[in-house]
């Protein structure tokens, strides 16, 4: 394994166990030695969500999909950030942005169901989750 997925492994670790900031710290030690590095973008993206900077995590993961286009990952977690910012149609793009990158996703179709709860659609968002319940 490399030394980058060490760290990325470690800074995960770090960020699952709580200490996000500790996280977000490795996070851009990484990125000032790769700054093309997609995953580590994503991340990134990861560590704003999770401290509520939604904008920054866009922007993260704009990068990383700029980077990699195929990243039903990053497309993913675009649309939840969307969704945090109001951006209803741009994040229902995004999930069916990672969906046609990985039909069998099943994250985008769950994120889809609360995209369109929370917008007051709900037989929309329950269809939405009986697509994701088919899947799992």
């Not at 990125?31 to 093309?36: K, S």
């Not at 973008?41 to 401290?51: C, I, N, P, R, W």
């Not at 704009?62 to 990952?73: C, H, L, N, S, Y």
Request: aromatic share 10%; net charge neutral; charged share 20%.
């Amino acid at each position: 394994m490399s030394s980058l997925q060490n760290a990325l492994q470690q800074a995960w670790a770090t960020h699952q166990s709580g200490n996000v900031a500790a996280a977000e710290f490795v996070y851009r030690q990484i990125l000032a030695q790769q700054p093309r590095h997609a995953a580590t973008l994503v991340y990134l993206g990861l560590a704003h969500f999770d401290l509520r900077r939604f904008a920054e995590a866009a922007a993260a993961y704009r990068e990383a999909i700029q980077i990699q286009p195929d990243f039903p990952i990053a497309w993913n977690n675009l649309g939840n950030a969307m969704r945090m910012l109001g951006e209803i149609v741009e994040a229902d793009n995004c999930f069916t942005r990672a969906l046609q990158q990985k039909p069998d996703y099943l994250s985008p179709m769950k994120n889809r169901g609360t995209l369109w709860i929370w917008a007051g659609e709900v037989d929309r968002g329950l269809a939405s989750y009986q697509d994701a319940m088919r899947i799992a």
